[in-house]
């Protein structure tokens, strides 16, 4: 019984000598064996497999293929798994008194490796079959590649999955009409570039990559990005994200949820408007948007700090000189209970209030003096340099322009007056 992932064996003398662990894991193949004495003859095939000889652990290393050897027998002082669906655990025996740190290993592998420990502990038989040891090959350490990039579809592998310990896969030219499955299962990927394929929907567990930094899906065939990835736990990971060269036409408003985000291209869809709440993407250092159908931006963008900017090829309307009113006195009473939730910044969700009302509350308008309106406002719209947000500005036009028409809301005629300069 194998299982491949990485090693750190810490040693709890270590702090008593003053010294520190290096703290970085090892490339290795633990392999659970019965190692007969050579006293004795080897177990006949069929006969007892753990009973007679007890299971040990070896523990082996590219620079080290016969392997160190750790007893098992009422040699275990305690396992640590609270993370064990991620690929780590950590075991702890008693003699040597040291810790067996894993990592970035398949987590079903290893659930089944640490039962199979758990009985060798207690002496009992170990169902897996345990042979006697040999030194790992070092053809077995090929399956720790972290990287694998796949640029046709002749070379797509259909009959094997792939390595668990991949961190940056790349599948393009592959005619892909949809995310496979197996790259789910990829806990440790970093990076994931599905470019250049048929795919037209997203599976909402790609939000299950939790260290998932990059993904790029240019040139394929998406209509949307979904609610369910924005609210995954992509709002703790994801930095840079590529969906250029789709169909989409809106982003829903939790997207500006995903605020690890750095660089986003948006270039080549048929976007119609950006999430007003964009200035939420605190981070947002390199946004592309070219050649969408943009006719204005949101008030909030004015929040953004950019170092890169290019909204080229937009179809920019020219600001109304009218506001579009929508005020009503005195307020209906759902208009003036959203506000005072929002205001109050009081927890919401649809297992307290409906779902509409939910909906409701996160597309909300933002006034200018911060507070908040449901549907009863004042629009109005004016003109903005983008050179107030961003450092590097791409032209808008052929024209020289780097200016952009901004919708602004206002809650209240009062907000509108004092602001109005802001709109001539």
Known sequence: MKLHCEVEV???????????????????????????????PRPRAGGERGGRHHACLFISTLKDKLGTRYELKENIEQFFT???????????????PVDICLSKANSSSLKGFLSAMRLAHRGCDVEAPLLTFTPVKTSEFEKFKTKMVITSKKDYPLNKNFPYSLEHLQTSYCGLARVD????????????????????????????LIHLQELNLNDNHLES??????????QKSLRSLD???????????QFCQLQELTDLKLDDNELIRLPFKM????????LSAARNKLPFLPSEFKN??????????NIFEQPEVLPVIKLQMPLTLLESSARAVLYNRIPYGSHIIPFHLCQDLDTAKTCVCGRFCLSCFIQGTTTMNLHSVAHTVVLVDNMGGTEAPVVSYFCSLTCYVNSCDMLM
């Open 243 to 253: 969906l250029s060269k789709n169909k989409i036409k809106a982003l829903p408003v």
């Open 181 to 208: 499955i197996r790259m789910l299962s990829l806990k440790n990927l970093r990076k994931l570039d599905l470019s250049h394929n048929h795919i037209k929907k997203l599976p909402a567990t790609i939000g299950d």
């Open 225 to 234: 990005f979904s609610v369910a990835l924005c609210q995954s736990t992509l």
């Open 304 to 313: 953004l700090s950019l170092e890169y900017l290019d909204l080229f090829g």
């Open 279 to 286: 200035g939420q993407l605190t981070n947002l250092r390199f």
């Open 82 to 96: 609270k993370f064990v669906d991620e690929g780590k655990a950590t075991v702890r025996l008693k003699e040597p």
């Open 10 to 40: 810490v040693s709890r003398h270590l702090p008593a000598l003053g010294l520190r662990n290096r703290g970085k894991g090892v490339r290795a193949v633990l392999s659970l064996c019965q190692q007969a004495p050579r006293t004795q």
